[in-house]
């Protein structure tokens, strides 16, 4: 009997070791941190990836982080991650990358469709995975090693977000949020642009694409006012010009709403909340006039927000997602969409913001 | 006691998500599945409130015990076996499905017969227990995960990326639709949990009242809306056609950027490891006691401390079934079978509904064919 009972229990815990069956070790694991995708304008082998790879170290101090980029150009993006691996000693791990990058020629010359089959059908690659532009190249981003990297690859994770940085020019797009946006009807991707300027990353324009292929950029002030209006970014700025210095409110709630009104000739109204306090100011300009201030900064932010949507528009681009809106007000009701790509070009856009000054700070 | 019977409808409820039921309604989103929401709910709810209002009637009887009581021999050891297929083949689906869904998440390295044997070794325990046994472990395991399940499942509503014009547009569109046929079955998976009552109605007490019966079709609308529309926000009206593993994808679309790991799919995972095996040991031990039932000798026991030698052989020919099943099928076959069986099963419960009724006519009509057996010792099994 003790010994049925030993036996039963044996082969039970014996159950529990075949989990270490087939895993490779963490020590014979290269961690991927960055990946970039460019186009190598060559037919033959036009994809060329780049991925950044950790060294594992004992200890974690800025400036400390350890890494070793790898390229290789191939006709395809699986291939060339599969050709990569002759290059390295270790299994690569893709599970915690999070940072992808698409270089700017590849998504003007041939789209994002091709690297986000890629990176949508892996199975270890996150949904919340961060997807930019790289300017110039892909190549350049993944291979920028920042000194404030406290281990390899977090710098350019944090700068996403409001985990590290919370930056209003930043626009964060995560892999699902693309991928959506690259099938949505009434509903086109728009991706940061990050650059390298001085041993940092700069990601503070924002481009937007027609599904496949860019087809606008904005420069970083449209960028700012595309976050507030489309994302409702906390932590932005408003900024209205005045003598002797700009007026500037630190926003630190900002709430946007997008709505169609009326039937036959709508009108694309953006209703936008902002609260916050006065940053920089000309001295007692806020108790003179309170609500008047309140009242000037939101029509000079509705100002700026329409010529924005109008440029938006007129590039044939709809990131806000107003079709989808109009689908939806419509039940998506046969020739709904036909109706709305014939509307989209003439819409008019109204921007209501109301702003709400909460203080002067700490002086008048 | 009551709260066992809540369990199941608790459970079942969160379920769907491995049972591949917002894989067939989201497959069908432009077609009919919205507007055979509603009739779900009307049938879910009805059925429910009959299967529970007929065993309140019989306190202590099992199915098969009732059969016993109106049918003759042959006809009730058929319908026992039906319920046996339809039991068991859940329990098998749902354990490929989800070694499937770990071995692509979890373990893509491991083979996926490694995954299927450590969970049907689990499932092969739980299920040979007693049925008393049986539903201790699972209130443990309920009450362990569903907080934490339905923590995500808020996460996921109250989410800033969610949507809403998405799920506006094929609210808006679906409901104009004519109802399919097919999301009607499987939506009507999500209300029934009250068809464990079938065997578990053993363990209720004679003076059992079903409260709070309302609760019902606003657990499972619920659990249906929000596994439905979920995805949709999260992935779009056209994106999430695409999708396989539609809710595996959707949880690892959220973060918990300051939890201990910040994939939530990890989690998600771990929290449908439990309730699959939940599953599995509920629907392979009715399917056990169901068949055990066909035999002459066979007494409707719910504590034996030593559990019979024949449960264990029993179990063991199912997870052999489910190695065997693993080995012939893959994952589209899976989703074809899986849609099958949500299909058969909603008109075997169908008919169950029909035969409970007639039951009760005849038991009101004193057409019994054999007295009520009195009830089996329910001393916990301690005595000789």
């Given at each position: 009997m003790i010994g049925k009972r030993l036996l039963s229990v044996v082969s039970c815990l014996a159950l529990l070791v075949l989990g270490g069956c087939q895993l490779k070790d963490i020590d014979k694991r290269y961690f991927v941190v960055s990946a970039g995708f460019d186009y190598s304008n060559n037919t033959a082998k036009p994809y060329r990836v780049t991925l950044r790879l950790a060294l594992p170290s004992s200890k974690v101090e800025e400036g400390g982080a350890m890494s070793v980029v790898q390229t290789v150009d191939a006709p395809s993006i699986a291939e060339a991650v599969r050709h990569l691996k002759a290059t390295v000693d270790k299994e690569l791990e893709f599970g915690h990358c999070r940072e992808f990058i698409l270089g700017r020629e590849?998504?003007?010359?041939?789209?994002?469709?091709?690297s986000m089959q890629w990176l949508t059908r892996r199975r270890d690659i996150q949904s919340v995975s961060n997807i930019m532009i790289g300017e110039p190249d892909a190549l350049s981003v993944v291979s920028l090693k920042p000194k404030s990297e406290r281990y390899p690859g977090n710098s350019l994770f944090l700068s996403f977000g409001n985990e590290g940085t919370e930056s209003a020019h930043t626009v964060t797009t995560y892999l699902f949020d693309l991928y959506r946006r690259l099938y949505e009807t009434g509903l086109d991707p728009v991706l940061p642009v990050a650059g390298v300027f001085q041993d940092a990353y700069k990601i503070d324009r924002a481009a937007m694409l027609n599904k496949n292929k860019a087809k606008l950029y904005l420069d970083p002030e449209e960028t700012l006012i595309f976050n507030m209006t489309s994302f409702g970014v906390n932590n932005t700025i408003l900024v209205m010009p005045d003598k002797p210095i700009n007026v500037v409110l630190a926003a630190t709630n900002t709430k946007a709403k997008i709505d169609l009104k009326g039937g036959k000739d709508p009108v694309a109204v953006v209703q936008v909340k902002i609260e916050g306090f006065l940053e920089q100011s000309p001295p007692f300009l806020l108790e003179q006039d309170w609500g008047g201030l309140e009242r000037k900064m939101g029509e000079h932010f509705s100002e700026q927000a329409e010529r924005l949507l109008y440029k938006i528009r007129d590039a044939g681009v709809d990131p806000y997602g107003f079709g989808l809106h109009y689908l939806a007000d419509h039940h998506n009701a046969k020739g709904s969409w036909e109706k709305w790509?014939?509307?989209?070009?003439?819409?008019?856009?109204?921007?209501?913001?109301?702003?709400?000054?909460?203080?002067?700070?700490?002086?008048r | 006691m009551i709260r066992y019977y809540y369990y199941h409808i608790l459970y079942v409820g969160m379920m769907n998500i491995m049972v591949l039921v917002p894989y067939v309604l989201i497959s069908h989103r432009f077609n009919g599945a919205v507007s055979s929401f509603p009739l779900a709910i009307v049938f879910g709810t009805v059925y429910s409130f009959v299967t529970s209002a007929v065993f309140q009637r019989f306190p202590g009887l099992g199915?098969?015990?009732?059969?016993?009581?109106?049918?003759?021999?042959?006809?009730?050891?058929?319908?026992?076996?039906?319920?046996?297929?339809?039991?068991?083949?859940?329990?098998?689906?749902?354990?490929?499905?989800?070694?499937?869904?770990?071995?692509?998440?979890?373990?893509?390295?491991?083979?996926?017969?490694?995954?299927?044997a450590i969970m049907a070794a689990a499932c092969l325990w739980a299920a040979t227990r007693s049925s008393r046994s049986v539903q201790f472990t699972h209130?443990?395991?309920?009450?362990?995960?569903?907080?934490?399940?339905?923590?995500?499942?808020?996460?996921?509503?109250?989410?800033?990326?969610?949507?809403?014009?998405?799920?506006?547009?094929?609210?808006?569109?679906?409901?104009?639709k004519p109802p399919s046929m097919t999301c009607f079955f499987a939506a009507t998976f999500v209300f029934s949990g009250h068809m464990n009552i079938t065997l578990f109605n053993r363990l209720n007490p004679g003076n059992l009242k079903f409260r709070l019966r309302w609760t019902i079709p606003i657990i499972g609308a619920f659990f249906l809306l929000v596994s439905f529309f979920v995805p949709i926000g999260f992935h779009g009206t056209q994106a999430v056609g695409n999708y396989l593993y539609v809710w595996s994808v959707t949880t690892d679309s959220l973060m918990m950027k300051y939890g201990f790991i910040q994939r939530v799919l990890y989690l998600f995972l771990l929290l449908y490891t439990f309730l699959s095996l939940l599953f599995v040991m509920n629907t392979w031990h009715t399917g056990m006691e169901f068949f055990k039932a066909c035999f002459k000798r066979y007494k409707p026991l719910t504590d034996e401390v030593n559990v019979p030698a024949i449960n264990w052989w029993?179990?063991?020919?199912?997870?052999?079934?489910?190695?065997?099943?693993?080995y012939f099928t893959n994952d589209m076959i899976n989703r074809v079978a899986a849609e099958v069986w949500l299909t058969v099963r909603f008109f075997i419960e169908s008919i169950l509904i029909v035969l409970l009724l007639v039951f009760l006519f005849m038991k009101k009509k004193g057409y019994q064919r054999r007295p009520i057996p009195s009830r089996t010792q329910t001393n916990g099994g301690a005595g000789p």
């Open positions: 590849l998504v003007e010359k041939d789209g994002i469709d091709t790509n014939r509307l989209y070009p003439q819409i008019r856009f109204e921007v209501r913001t109301s702003v709400s000054i909460q203080g002067s700070g700490l002086i | 199915l098969p015990e009732i059969y016993k009581l109106f049918l003759p021999v042959w006809l009730a050891n058929c319908l026992n076996l039906i319920g046996v297929a339809v039991w068991s083949t859940a329990g098998v689906i749902v354990l490929f499905s989800y070694s499937n869904t770990v071995g692509i998440f979890f373990n893509p390295e491991a083979s996926s017969y490694l995954n299927l209130e443990i395991l309920l009450i362990i995960c569903s907080p934490l399940i339905l923590w995500i499942l808020f996460k996921a509503v109250f989410s800033s990326w969610l949507d809403w014009d998405a799920i506006r547009l094929v609210a808006g569109e679906g409901i104009r029993i179990c063991v020919v199912l997870a052999g079934t489910t190695f065997a099943y693993a």
